[in-house]
């Protein structure tokens, strides 16, 4: 049972600010969102996390609506090393932290 | 950010053989990993949570005797997949979990990638 929808698949100049959408209308109060990303034939990695309040690092800016049902993850500036699938992630903060991956977002920047 | 390690990342084997693979923490100790599967051009599949000293928890669905999970120090867990066949070829990623406050990290490990002839 899919905690989040993403659409399939995005494309995006090099340059531009990337913003992948993301629904999760049934989050509940004590769950997170995540965002990982993998590329081809890599482990995920982490980009940012958040529970309320929007957040930004070196990677992304993560702003979550004020009903906390959707998120969007902004890449300010996509390079080509971006392209990935991108996989948004609802998540208690329990003692066990497991992941349970959609299907996530393929985002392909092209020149 | 902290480091993690498998090996090894390609292994190809012959029906009926056993495959080990394991994964690391390089830079910090982690009383929980994760073993997840990945088909190709599918998303990754947890299949289990390998818990320092004691037995794994695996998923629903995920054999314990085909896949057998042993974390026998805070920096290592190891994935066995038994007798191999090659619908077991897949893309294997480990992570292990950070606990930072009041929330969990993951990070994960490069993958291997087992083929089956």
């Known amino acids: 049972d899919a905690k989040t929808t993403q659409p399939p698949s995005m494309d995006c100049a090099e340059g531009r600010a990337a913003n992948l959408p993301c629904n999760h209308s049934?989050?509940?109060?004590?769950?997170?969102v995540y965002w990982y990303r993998q590329i081809h034939s890599q482990g995920p990695q982490y980009i940012i996390h958040g529970l309320k309040n929007n957040e930004t690092n070196e990677m992304a800016s993560l702003i979550i609506t004020e009903d906390r049902k959707s998120s969007t993850l902004i890449l300010p500036h996509a390079t080509l090393r971006d392209t990935a699938v991108y996989y948004c992630i609802v998540r208690e903060t329990d003692s066990w932290g497991k992941l349970q991956f959609g299907a996530g977002t393929q985002v392909v920047v092209t020149p | 950010g902290a480091v993690v390690s498998q090996h090894p990342s390609r292994v190809i084997c012959k029906s009926g053989t056993s495959v080990k693979i394991e994964c690391r923490s390089l830079d910090f100790q982690a009383t929980t990993m994760f073993w997840y599967r990945q088909f190709p051009k599918k998303s990754l599949m947890l299949m289990a949570t390998?818990?320092?000293?004691?037995?794994?928890?695996?998923e629903q669905g995920v054999e314990k005797d085909k896949f057998l999970i042993n974390h026998a120090s805070l920096t290592l867990s190891t994935l066995t997949v038994t007798s191999a066949h090659p619908e077991d070829s897949s893309f294997y990623i480990c992570s292990a979990r950070v606990r930072r406050e009041i929330y969990n990290e993951q990070f994960f490990g490069p993958g291997t990638r087992l083929t089956v002839l």
């Open positions: 049934t989050i509940s109060g004590n769950e997170y």
């Open positions: 390998s818990n320092e000293g004691s037995k794994a928890t695996y």
